[in-house]
């Protein structure tokens, strides 16, 4: 596990913003939003080169198991190159902001208005965190 937070509120309405660089040779990494590890609403997951993903970001959600997988075939990534990724959600949804500035969403399957867990894993570097 590359970071985590615990125990910091993000609430519908508030923007949380990610910015990091993928490692040298990044297959992929993921950003978690959630209740603890193993209930999590969120799981944003680009991946250069994974199984038969290429340049391609799953989304999915884990209660007690793995959803349904949403794919966004929009790539604006580049393993040498820092990103920004901006989320914020409602009770229905999450909108996600990719680094060129494209929009995503993904259903907020939890209904929850509050999450204390967030993490990010993978092949790289976390420079900044703000909830705002």
């Known amino acids: 596990m590359v970071f985590t937070v615990k125990d910091m509120t993000f609430k519908a309405g508030q923007e949380l913003t990610i910015s990091g660089k993928p490692k040298s040779g990044c297959n992929l990494f993921s950003i978690n939003i959630g209740h603890d590890p193993d209930n999590i609403a969120l799981h944003f997951n680009p991946r250069f080169n994974y199984g038969s993903d290429n340049n391609i970001i799953v989304c999915n959600s884990n209660r007690g198991g793995w959803g349904e997988e949403l794919k966004e075939h929009c790539f604006p990534f580049d393993k040498s190159e820092s990103f920004k990724v901006v989320v914020s959600f409602n009770n229905e949804q999450f909108y996600i902001k990719l680094p060129n500035g494209t929009m995503m969403s993904f259903p907020n399957r939890f209904g929850d208005d509050s999450f204390k867990h967030i ?14």
């Open 119 to 132: 993490d990010v894993q993978g092949d790289v570097k976390v420079q900044g965190l703000k909830i705002k």
